[in-house]
């Protein structure tokens, strides 16, 4: 079974775009694994079946991201970028 993440990222002053992670989305694994990458990085992955260190594994085609005008925990868990780093933002997301 997965555990399905977003990851927001602002956009724009009332936009943040929401990716996809379908697998291993909780803290543990996550929080390390983000720690590699940019918010570009995942901007350009678009929708992600799996975060690691070494490498973002993406769907392909991707779905374009979702996007809102404040992060929003749609699923499981909810990570931002904030004061250069990724944070589990779960409990505060929407």
């Given at each position: 079974m997965s555990t399905r993440a977003q990851i927001a990222i602002q956009i724009g002053p009332e936009e943040w775009a929401h990716i996809y992670c379908h697998y291993d989305g909780y803290p543990a694994h996550m929080l390390p694994a983000l720690a590699t990458w940019t918010p570009e990085d995942i901007l350009a992955a678009r929708e992600i079946r799996q975060v690691r260190a070494d490498e973002l594994d993406c769907f392909n085609?991707?779905?374009?991201?979702?996007?809102?005008?404040?992060?929003?925990?749609?699923?499981?868990?909810?990570?931002?970028?904030?004061?250069?780093?990724?944070?589990?933002?779960t409990d505060q997301g929407g």
């Open positions: 085609p991707p779905r374009p991201p979702r996007i809102l005008p404040r992060p929003t925990c749609e699923l499981c868990h909810l990570y931002i970028w904030h004061d250069g780093g990724w944070i589990d933002v």
